[in-house]
């Protein structure tokens, strides 16, 4: 996922006419998609009325983008783990490749370095040495994104919980313009199938928005101008995993991951 | 057990200085204009820049304006936001700023826009994140001066979770992630009630603005 945005920061785009530059829609990439085209469009906004049919607008968008990547993660406030459940996998260390939108990508899986702990908060650095740093980049290896992941297992199935980290150009900005930016968790189910091979399987958001709309699940969540936000503590986010984790309704998609090189 | 994770809490609060609001404080009914805030202010080499929507780059064009999902009262929603900018290690900041009155006091709703670089690539484009608002009290000294006075998110923190203020939040002890999940109503209580404690405020955030134009 990109940024859910609150009604203030997405609302300004700019006019077709003299742009300086063009304003990122800051939503909805993908885990493991580049969203490139969806962060280009632009809103020419700003009321907070508009702002709110902009809101229903990309969530359309978000559910469509969905729809035709089919990557998603469970995207929530809370770990879905406590740290009894990291399952680390040293086979998974390594450099992998899949292909998004037609594209080859990369994901380098390494364990998190002693300089990046730093960005951790005490708790989960103590455990640090469990996760993963992962660096996605593309062909050409321009970096997409890198990110702290942790392997656990909850109930019969593995998953990844992704937490962003930071960019290489964090230390120059100013903390309080950062602190504006709420790092979420993203999750994803993991069938690890032999040493060279496993599969990320993306949460059916529509789905999952439907249940809970619907009243079907009791979970709890924020409705962020029209956005859900699942605010549900670990506890009640395992119960869910567990009671949804092999509901082939819930994890659609299948982005396979193939090593490419041994570390 | 308790004081290992009262601890763990305190080491956790010590990586961030100012509040979180992910629910942001400006409505539509709420929020007020004072043209005493635009135009050019000065504080030590950084120079801000701060207009209406309208004024600044992000202003809709007139095609924009005829779209029809572009009522009257979006004009006049439209019409009270404010842009703050300036520009600070070779980064250009955008600020979106709303004025809101609670009692007699006025509070700034500010929430991060962009931060460009050189190449006017934005530098913070994490994904996996989720934008919140943050809180400056408004403090008049004349016409030509202005303090912006920010919360200690430290202090405010301590007192939301050792239960001595109550307003609804998410805290997530493991990663360290704390943030306020009020709504726009309930936040105007809280503010009602503590904006005025001055032990609230975080004196060394505080922006010292002098108008310059």
């Known amino acids: 996922m990109g940024r859910i945005v609150a009604p203030y920061r997405a609302l300004l785009a700019l006019p077709p006419s003299g742009p300086r530059h063009s304003v990122k829609l800051p939503i909805i990439k993908g885990y493991l998609q580049n969203g490139a085209s969806v962060c280009q469009t632009r809103l020419y906004i700003y009321s907070f009325k508009s702002e709110m049919k902009r809101f229903t607008i990309r969530l359309l968008v978000l559910l469509y983008v969905i729809a035709i990547s089919g990557c998603g993660g469970l995207v929530t406030f809370y770990p879905i783990f406590y740290k009894k459940d990291i399952a680390f996998n040293p086979s998974l260390i390594g450099t992998w490749k899949y292909s998004e939108d037609h594209k080859t990508r990369f994901a380098e899986f390494k364990p998190i370095p002693s300089e990046r702990k730093k960005e951790l908060a005490p708790a989960i650095a103590e455990v640090a040495d469990k996760g993963y740093f992962l660096t996605r980049s593309d062909s050409a290896g321009t970096i997409i994104n890198q990110s702290f992941v942790f392997l656990v297992k909850i109930g019969s199935n593995y998953y990844f919980d992704n937490y962003p980290a930071e960019t290489a150009s964090a230390s120059m900005i100013d903390k309080s313009y950062k602190d504006q930016v709420v790092k979420a968790h993203s999750s994803y189910r993991i069938d690890i199938e032999n040493k060279d091979h496993f599969t990320i399987r993306s949460i059916n958001k529509s789905f999952m928005d439907q249940l809970i709309t619907s009243n079907k699940i009791n979970i709890r969540h924020l409705v962020v101008d029209g956005n859900i936000l699942i605010t549900a503590e670990t506890a009640e986010l395992q119960k869910f995993i567990i009671q949804y984790g092999n509901n082939p309704k819930m994890f659609i998609d299948e982005l396979k991951c193939e090593r490419v090189i041994y570390y | ?213």
């Open chain 2, 1 to 213: 057990m308790r004081t290992y994770i009262i601890i763990v809490a305190l080491c956790c609060l010590s990586f961030s200085s100012c509040i979180t609001i992910l629910m942001p404080l400006i409505r539509t009914d709420n929020l007020i204009t004072d043209d005493r805030l635009r135009g050019q202010w000065e504080n030590g080499s950084t120079i801000y820049h701060i207009q209406k929507v309208n004024e600044s780059r992000y202003r809709l064009s007139a095609n924009d304006l005829k779209k029809k999902n572009y009522s009257p009262m979006d004009s006049i929603t439209d019409q009270k936001a404010y842009i703050a900018t300036y520009s600070k290690n070779g980064l250009d900041y955008s600020w979106v700023a709303g004025l809101v009155k609670i009692d007699q006091s006025y509070y700034l709703n500010l929430s991060a826009l962009e931060c460009l670089d050189n190449h006017n690539e934005d530098a913070y484009d994490l994904e996996g994140t989720f934008d919140a608002s943050n809180i400056a009290k408004v403090e008049w000294i004349s016409n030509d001066q202005v303090n912006l006075r920010f919360f200690n998110g430290e202090k405010i923190r301590e007192i939301i979770l050792s239960g001595r203020a109550r307003i609804s939040y998410e805290y997530d002890a493991l990663f360290g992630t704390f943030s306020i999940t009020a709504s726009s109503e309930e936040m105007e209580k809280f503010l009602g009630k503590y904006g005025n404690y001055e032990g609230l405020y975080d004196e060394k955030r505080t922006i010292h603005l002098y108008r310059k134009k």
